[in-house]
């Protein structure tokens, strides 16, 4: 029986392993994959002359349950390391919907920057109720989603006259917002920073922004920046993207700048991104650990 019971357990743990820590790369490779396989095959083959050496009806019910239960834990486990997709961040604007095939679609909330920081993203899928995404795992069927909370700046721009200019993100995911995702990288003095871009069209202005953590804000600002103060570093380019004289300043605890002959403003906020994982089917895995565990424990109970 020990035969039989080990590697079915062995499966129904590895699988199970794969739904509790979702998104491990080592899911996806050959020799993973081609162990769990090789587990099933060899349950298989051991359940036959388990199944021929059965005296009981009982004995056989239990067997045919250990193994078809380790088989279909087994197949769902393999089925989502060689066919599902590798894992995915899908980094969204605030009023954004991101759909996601055999999914559904991400609804990313309308904030304002004091409360982005609990905004919560929703799944929508067809026949069922909206799910609100947080930090810990949430099995969606075949995939594991999960809320990432990332930095992003808010922005806001004034002419010299201070009219509220109008930010727009012709390569954003949003054209019109303020929110900067910060998707892009660049090293800067030996750091790798994150940055994006945005467009001012009514003062005829490209602006990069750069972001600093409060620790790398702390080495590089020279005292513009607070200590625990995250700090957004502008360049302003002319519509021919050239830079501007005194075209360079650091936004620093979301103070306003003077720069390019621009006002400028970045907050630095977190909003969530969601992590989408593929992970084997729950209802399959868990009817397998049923019918597994099932089995063994008819071979224990006492007879009566």
């Known amino acids: ?21 979702p998104g ?16 099933v095959i060899y349950a298989l083959f051991v359940s036959r002359a388990r ?54 679609a991400l ?18 899928r067809a026949l069922r109720a909206p799910t609100a995404i947080g930090p810990h795992p949430h099995d969606a069927g075949n ?11 808010y922005v806001e721009a004034w002419d010299s006259r201070g009219n509220h200019l109008t930010v727009t993100q012709p390569t954003g995911a949003t054209f019109l917002s303020p929110v900067l995702l910060m998707e892009h990288r660049q090293t800067i ?21 750069v972001l600093f953590t409060p620790a790398q804000a702390a080495m590089f600002s020279h005292g513009l920046a607070q200590p625990g103060e995250a ?16 075209g360079i300043a650091l936004s620093a605890g979301g103070r306003t700048v003077e720069v ?16 989408v994982a593929s992970a084997p089917n729950l209802v399959v895995t868990a009817i397998g650990a049923m019918l597994v565990l099932g089995g063994i424990a008819s071979f224990i109970a006492p007879r009566r």
């Open 24 to 39: 491990r790369a080592v899911y996806h490779t050959g020799w993973y994959n081609v162990g769990l396989a090789a587990l």
């Open 143 to 153: 995939f594991i989603l999960r809320a990432l909370p990332r930095d992003v700046a």
């Open 189 to 209: 003095a030996g750091l790798n920073l994150p940055f994006d871009s945005f467009n001012l069209p009514a003062a005829r202005r490209v602006v990069k922004a």
């Open 231 to 246: 700090a957004v570093l502008f360049a302003v380019d002319d519509e021919n993207d050239r830079l501007l004289p005194h």
């Open 51 to 104: 199944f021929r050496a059965a005296r009981t009806t009982r004995a056989r019910l239990a067997i045919v349950a250990i193994v078809v239960g380790a088989a279909s834990a087994g197949v769902a486990g393999v089925t989502s390391g060689l066919l599902g997709p590798d894992n995915e961040t899908i980094v969204g604007a605030p009023g954004q919907r991101a759909r996601v095939e055999g999914l559904g």
């Open 260 to 275: 390019g002959g621009l006002h400028l403003r970045a907050m630095v906020t977190r909003y969530p991104a969601i992590e």
């Open 107 to 124: 609804a990313f909330p309308l904030v304002s920057v004091e409360s982005a920081g609990d905004a919560a993203v929703t799944l929508e």
């Open 1 to 21: 029986m020990i035969g039989l019971a080990a590697p079915a357990l062995l499966i129904v743990v590895a699988v199970i392993v794969q739904i509790a820590l």
